[in-house]
């Protein structure tokens, strides 16, 4: 599986970004999909995934009622809407599929996209 992500940028805090994740594989929907990011100096960390029938989602503490993950199965196409946003928020967010089910604590995916930036203003 091919992935690629978009959409990252320079916002204000408060600000909207919305990014998207571009799938190669027919198989698509048998995937989940998720976002992590990685911010300067620090680890990589989940920040949400969607299971395979977009049904179900997952978000970290810090993202979440701020942050929104859905998915086209026919566009093979995720996305991550991010409200609200703030500095601490600055980061490079990857793209990621993965066999397991999202729920599997950690979830670790199979396949990795090239990070977008986002940035943050204060």
């Known amino acids: 599986v091919q992935l690629q992500a978009f959409g990252g940028g320079l916002v204000q805090a408060g600000g909207s970004l919305r990014l998207s994740c571009a799938a190669s594989?027919?198989?698509?929907?048998?995937?989940?999909m998720g976002w992590f990011r990685q911010a300067p100096g620090k680890e990589r960390e989940f920040v949400a995934a969607?299971?395979?029938?977009?049904?179900?989602?997952r978000y970290a503490d810090s993202v979440k009622g701020r942050f929104t993950i859905s998915r086209d199965n026919a566009k093979n196409t995720v996305y991550l809407q991010m409200d609200s946003l703030k500095p601490d928020d600055t980061a490079v967010y990857y793209c990621a599929a993965g066999a397991s089910a999202i729920t599997t604590r950690p979830w670790e995916p199979d396949y990795w996209g090239q990070g977008t930036h986002v940035t943050v203003s204060s």
């Open positions: 969607v299971s395979g029938s977009g049904f179900t989602t």
């Open positions: 594989r027919r198989s698509f929907s048998r995937y989940g």
